[in-house]
């Protein structure tokens, strides 16, 4: 065991000899005893291994002068980690740069021994720029670094500038770049910083920083051209160098100032410290103008003490700079330099004060306008002084006057008088002078006086639009006109002139211009022309209002008239009889005139068809244009015969929104889906859906019936006892007819060819028709001035003997459950309501009551025909009158009828002082018809205190402006805004107010289901654009009798004209119900204008319906009809009867169809000593000697006596026989009795 103990510990110690002891050199010895031994081994030493070496550099980096140098480190360590013995070599080596230590000249490799395991070198750098690296070897190792030799500090700086030449405009620019370089030419390292100053333009930098070795800037140009053509920038680096050249020169082109002016406001100050004055320079460019916004004038105090503004930039040429003062009383030189150009002027610093101020600084040229001038005065101590004399002068006397020369001063050092402006352009000084202890102070201010008006002329592209229409006819009734106001120089005026304005050369049929005056804003003004009734030319007339002779007029406006309406569209061919039968291609011209609302001949070039719905003929052309309301076309015959010779000529044009419904018939049910409408030139419409789509049955190419309808229908009616028999009643201004159509409206001649024109044709218009029922075939009838017309077979018709020849009746009412000659009727005139017993023939007037011009007359359905009939009328002016006692006493129900409609714009006096405006007035419902005057009763700064007073009403509340809107309750509001000219006393504007009176009723219908009654009412007013109507509801007991309530609208959905702009209600015209199986009312219906036609089936129990629109098929267009007759070779006819010597002769002179021969032709019959009849034909349709039907048999009757042997009878007809219209009847015929 213990030999194995010492044999281990041998071989531990063979190990660490030969791993190294730390000590190096000679062998080692051990000697190794044990108790039997002694063992003695001799270990010979090795050399140690290299194991590392690492490589450092003092610095990382040294400057590439050639010069600079830094240590390389290498540290040697064996394979242990122990630094390698003393004098272990180690060799250096470089790509750059010198590395020894102490050797002259340059080496790349350099060896060093160790030292406690250190190795040095030192590296000397080269002088170009780049990277040194050092390698360190020893025994097979190596290690490395890296030195970068890098640019010394700024030794070269040079200058470039791309473009070197500019335009100085103030935005033209060139990219200066600076390269820095080190002595070496190398670029310096980035961040060397530059700096860099201009003369005149602008730097995007004034400090920069290297990168890359240069610098890049942009260089802005000045907007002027210095003295000498060029700008200056230098450059400078931080250790001093400047950058080459210097400085950098960039050449200028442009602008150039030539002078500069300086000025001074005010010219002496307090020396206080902290008065200021005004220093104004003017600069002016080589050439004259000025030079660009934006150039730089500099200031500065030449001499004298106080402190000025550094630099200004000129704006319209001029540059301002602040001067204050010093403490020190004395004068100061001020100098102002642009572009190399200088100026000077003197401010004096003064032991107190003048300043000098205008109230307002600027004024109109009017000769009338006035200033405050204040001149206020303070010692050195900046204290006011009082009882001291100002005394004021003015440099112009030709631009105004002062109301004295001196004031003095109160206790707020404060003189004052006042300025008047003289009628003229220009700009005053007005000086204050202030004598102080001998030394004399002055102040200044300066009042704009604007130029004038010197000319006024319609701006371009006005009057806008050129034509309006007449108002109310739907198109614009409008047109604005811009004028231009300048001054002498032909400048626009300023703000504030008045301009007035007149209707030059007018037609007196209300158009109107508004406003009457108006102040000009960036030199204009803007006036309204609003159409009137009538069409023509109107001139509008501008004038300044203080010198009336400035003005200009308008060339014409023209208005238009507006469409056609039915009334004022008329037909009238040349004749109405040519013989179209006999000869083919004869031309008959046919005329049509064409009006608008107000009788004007429509606007030129209004389109115009005609057409004959294949009834005969041929319409060449088929269209025409009007000219002075006028147009024809030609109507040419065929070889086709119309039936029974009668063709019918229609023509056509589109109306407007005064084209309205007339009439409405709703069939009792079951037959309630059928609804027939009337229209003011469209004919009749016909519904068979409960009126929600329309036909036409007033003109078709398919039904040659229906083109016998005259198309301005005033009434519908249908007969009770059989819906297929409707009748029309027709007509306007002088003449009308009664149409009666047996198959539902298809057919508008009793089913009767020979039936062209009616079964009534009377020289007024049938304005009202009514059907019997009870299986009576009576008809009644009002007309036009014709009186009333009453027939037992609805065909025939008597006049009756009280309400005859000269009456109106414009409705008629019937006593359910009475007939016929004992029918109880009721009528409405135009001089109250009448009541008959006998079926028309006799009438009473039982009372009378104010106002009893009768549009409508309804009849409650409980009303019998005894002394409790209940009837309700609506009138012309004076609203819904009521009758319970059969129209013994009546009562007028007009409580809730009517409200506040319109105003005027209002219209600022021309003579006002003030330039505030008034707003657009707004009414109430309890708004009254009358003129309003808003006068100044007080004046005020910034307001004033106005007195508002109505023609009607009366004086009301005073309206201070302060307060805001102005309210009288329900009536009206309205602003008024002062101006930047307060309001004076006497100051005014005025404006109408107009109320819808809802009076004008022109239908009622009754509600006896919910017990309501409604009206419809009807205004035009003289200051309204068009007419409106509203619909209002009245509660009613169940026996008919009114409630207390009022009239309430009754409108909901109803439509409006033209919104947004105008929301008054299109005039309404006719209101009826329908019954549903049960009797009770299921729906209303209401026809208007603007062809306008509305539904209402919810909304009834409470009296407000809601109105749904129902006019599908309607349309606009309106027709004017006349039936001309093609006539054939007439043929005369003679039958002889003889008793004794006494002889009767029936004579015909006809066609074939029994119609006579065209106008001019004769017809002679005479015996040898007298003439029995000498006839010359008129242009007519029918005429004696014909007979077309047996109904209408009218021969000649001829009688004579006869001598035997002595007597003959020649009858000779001889008709017009030419190749124009009217044509030829044939040959001449003669036949002789001879006795």
């Known amino acids: ?167 100085a405009n103030g935005s033209s620019t060139s990219t200066i770049k600076v390269n820095v370089f080190d002595k070496y030419d190398n670029p310096v390292s980035d961040g060397e910083t530059v700096n860099f100053k201009v003369k005149y333009g602008n730097l995007s930098n004034l400090t920069s920083e290297t990168k890359g070795g240069s610098v890049s800037i942009t260089y802005t140009s000045p907007k002027y051209v210095p003295e000498g053509g060029k700008d200056e920038i230098t450059a400078q680096a931080t250790n001093g160098v400047y950058g080459e050249p210097n400085p950098l020169i960039i050449t200028l082109k442009g602008t150039q100032i030539s002078s500069i002016t300086l000025s001074a406001d005010p010219e002496s100050l307090a020396a206080d410290g902290k008065s200021q004055s005004t220093i104004t320079a003017t600069v002016t460019k080589a050439g004259g103008g000025n030079p660009p916004d934006g150039t730089r004038v500099n200031f500065s105090i030449v001499s004298g003490g106080g402190s000025i503004t550094e630099y200004a930039e000129t704006s319209s040429g001029v540059a301002i700079g602040i001067l204050t003062s010093s403490t020190t009383a004395e004068t100061v030189k001020i100098r102002a330099e642009s572009g190399g150009k200088t100026n000077e002027v003197q401010v004096k610093y003064t032991p107190g004060s003048v300043s000098v101020s205008a109230v307002p600084s600027s004024m109109l040229g009017t000769g009338e306008e006035k200033a405050q001038i204040t001149a206020t005065i303070k010692n050195a101590n900046g204290n006011p002084v009082s009882n001291e004399t100002v005394k004021f002068t003015i440099d112009d006397q030709t631009l105004g006057t002062l109301s004295a020369g001196s004031a003095l001063t109160n206790i707020n050092g404060e003189a004052i008088v006042d300025f008047t402006a003289a009628s003229k352009g220009g700009t005053v000084t007005i000086t204050g002078l202030w004598t102080n202890s001998g030394t004399d102070i002055t102040g200044t201010d300066t009042i704009d006086i604007q130029q004038p008006p010197s000319s006024i002329a319609v701006s371009n592209g006005y009057p806008n639009p050129i034509s309006i229409n007449v108002k109310g006819t739907g198109g614009q009734s409008t047109s604005q006109v811009i004028f231009d106001v300048k001054d002498s120089k032909g400048n626009f005026v300023v703000d504030g002139y008045k301009i007035i304005f007149s209707i030059e050369s007018g037609l007196n049929g209300g158009e109107k211009v508004t406003p009457s ?151 009792p049910y079951p037959d309630n889906n059928y609804v027939y409408a009337g229209t003011d030139g469209g004919g009749v419409y016909k519904s068979t859906d409960y009126g929600s789509s329309w036909t036409n049955i007033s003109r078709s190419s398919d039904i040659q019936g229906q083109n016998w309808l005259e198309p301005y229908v005033n009434n519908i009616e249908v007969d009770p006892d059989n819906s297929n028999t409707v009748y029309a009643a027709t007509g306007k201004l002088g003449g009308g007819h009664i149409y009666r159509s047996l198959d539902g409206g298809l057919n508008w001649n009793s089913a009767n060819t020979e039936e062209w024109n009616g079964i009534l044709n009377r020289g007024c218009a049938i304005l009202k028709l009514l059907c019997d029922d009870g299986s009576s075939s009576y008809v009644w009838a009002g007309t036009n001035g014709d009186g009333f017309l009453y027939s037992s077979d609805g065909i025939s018709f008597n006049t009756s003997a009280t309400l005859s020849a000269g009456k109106t009746i414009k409705d008629i009412a019937k006593i359910p459950n009475t007939h016929g000659a004992s029918a109880v009727l009721y009528a409405g005139t135009e001089t109250g309501v009448y009541r008959s017993a006998d079926g028309a023939q006799t009438w009473t007037k039982p009372s009378s009551f104010t106002g009893e011009n009768i549009n409508t007359v309804v009849l409650h359905p409980t009303s019998t025909g005894g002394a409790t009939d209940i009837i309700y009328t609506g009138t012309e002016d004076a609203g819904v009158w009521v009758s319970l006692n059969s129209a013994t006493s009546w009562s007028s129900y007009t409580s809730g009828m009517g409200k506040g409609l319109s105003a005027t714009t209002p219209d600022a006096d021309i003579n006002n002082k003030g330039n505030g405006s008034i707003s657009k007035v707004t009414v109430g419902s309890s708004t009254k018809t009358e003129n309003w005057t808003i006068t100044c009763k007080s004046e005020a700064s910034d307001g004033g205190l106005f007195s508002v007073t109505g023609s009607v009403s009366g004086d009301q509340s005073d309206y201070d402006i302060k307060t805001g809107e102005y309210i009288i309750s329900n009536i009206l509001k309205f602003t008024i805004t002062d101006g930047s000219t307060d309001f004076k006393k006497d100051d005014k504007f005025t404006f109408s107010t107009t109320r819808d009176p809802g009076r004008s009723i022109k239908s009622i219908v009754v509600d006896d289901t919910n017990n309501y009654l409604y009206a419809v009412t009807y205004f035009s007013g003289s200051k309204e654009p068009h007419p409106v109507g509203n619909v209002y509801s009245h ?38 119900i329908e019954k549903d199986s049960t009797g009770k009312v299921s729906s209303l219906l209401l026809g208007g204008e603007g062809i306008n036609l509305y539904k209402a089936t919810t909304g009834l129990s409470t009296g407000n319906p809601s109105w749904k629109e129902s006019k599908s098929g309607l349309t606009n267009l309106i027709m004017a009809r006349a039936p001309i007759l093609f006539s054939g070779e007439c043929i ?68 004579t006596t006869v001598t035997p042997g002595e007597s003959q009878v020649t009858f000779t007809f001889t008709p017009t026989c030419q190749d124009t219209a009217p044509g030829c009847s044939g040959g001449k015929q003669e036949q002789i009795f001879y006795y």
């Open 517 to 667: 005056s108006d102040l000009t804003s960036s030199g204009k003004v803007s006036v309204v022309l609003s159409s009137g009734s009538k069409s023509g030319p109107v001139s509008i007339k501008a004038a300044y209002y203080n010198n009336t002779n400035i003005a200009a007029t308008t060339s014409s406006i023209t208005i238009n008239a507006g469409p056609p309406v039915g009334k004022e569209f008329t037909i009238s061919p040349a004749y109405v009889n040519v013989s179209g039968i006999y000869i083919v291609n004869l031309e008959n011209t046919i005329n049509i005139n064409a009006g608008d609302a107000y009788s004007n001949a429509v606007p030129d070039n209004t389109a115009i068809s005609f057409k004959t719905y294949n009834t005969g003929g041929l319409i060449t052309p088929n269209s025409a244009n009007t000219k002075d309301g006028k147009a024809s076309s030609s109507l040419r015959s065929t070889q086709t015969d119309p039936i029974q010779g009668f063709l019918s000529v229609t023509s056509e044009a589109n109306g407007g929104k005064t084209t309205h419904v007339t009439s409405l018939k709703i069939l």
């Open 1 to 167: 065991m213990r030999n194995y103990f010492y044999v281990t510990i041998c071989i531990l110690i063979l190990f660490l000899i030969s791993c190294g002891s730390g000590s190096q050199g000679g062998s080692t010895t051990t000697t190794t005893s044990s108790s039997t031994s002694t063992t003695t081994t001799t270990v010979e030493p090795t050399t140690p291994r290299v194991g590392s070496v690492t490589n450092n550099a003092g610095s990382s980096s040294i400057v590439a002068d050639g010069e600079s140098d830094t240590n390389i480190t290498a540290t040697v360590k064996d394979t242990n980690g122990t630094n390698m013995p003393d004098g272990t070599s180690v060799v250096f080596k470089t790509s750059a740069g010198d590395i020894d230590n102490t050797q002259a000249g340059s080496q790349d490799s350099f060896t060093a021994k160790t030292k406690n395991g250190i190795a040095i070198a030192t590296l000397a750098s080269s002088t170009q720029l780049g990277t040194a690296t050092i390698n360190a070897s020893s025994g097979g190792v190596t290690g490395s670094t890296t030195v970068k030799f890098v640019a010394g500090p700024p030794y070269k700086v040079q200058l470039s500038a791309d473009p070197s030449t500019l335009e």
């Open 1035 to 1072: 509660k009613l007991n169940s026996d008919g009798s009114f409630t207390a309530d009022n009239w309430v609208e009754a409108n909901t959905n109803l439509p409006q004209y033209d919104p947004p702009d105008d929301a008054t209600l299109f005039a309404q015209h006719v209101i009826t």
């Open 1132 to 1199: 005369m006819t003679i039958y002889e009867e003889r008793t004794g010597n006494n002889v009767t002769y029936r004579v015909y002179i006809q066609d074939k169809n029994g119609n006579p021969p065209i106008s001019g032709s004769t017809f002679v019959a005479k015996t040898t000593t007298q003439t029995l009849r000498d006839i010359t034909y008129g242009d007519v349709y029918r005429h004696q000697g014909t007979n077309p039907n047996s109904s209408t048999d009218d021969p000649y009757i001829l009688s």
